[in-house]
């Protein structure tokens, strides 16, 4: 399972960077940027998270290896 806040975001003009543990991982760009504010706006903070997450295409699997 994602652990609470560890995906935001920043807005700039036009333009949406993802952040993961404050490391940037996805641009969305123009009207998929105006999309992703309108979705995210309803949402609690944990569906935000998994929202960011899928975004991201590389934290919805659950299959990655652990040490």
Do not use: C
Request: glycine letters at 6%; aromatic letters at 10%.
């Amino acid at each position: 399972m994602i652990e609470d806040n560890t995906f935001h975001y920043l807005s700039g003009k036009d333009k949406i960077i993802i952040y993961w543990q404050n490391k940037p991982v996805k641009t969305i760009k123009g009207n998929n940027a105006n999309k992703f504010l309108m979705n995210i706006a309803d949402m609690s903070e944990k569906q935000a998270q998994i929202y960011m997450a899928k975004l991201t295409g590389n934290f919805k699997r659950g299959n990655e290896k652990k040490d």
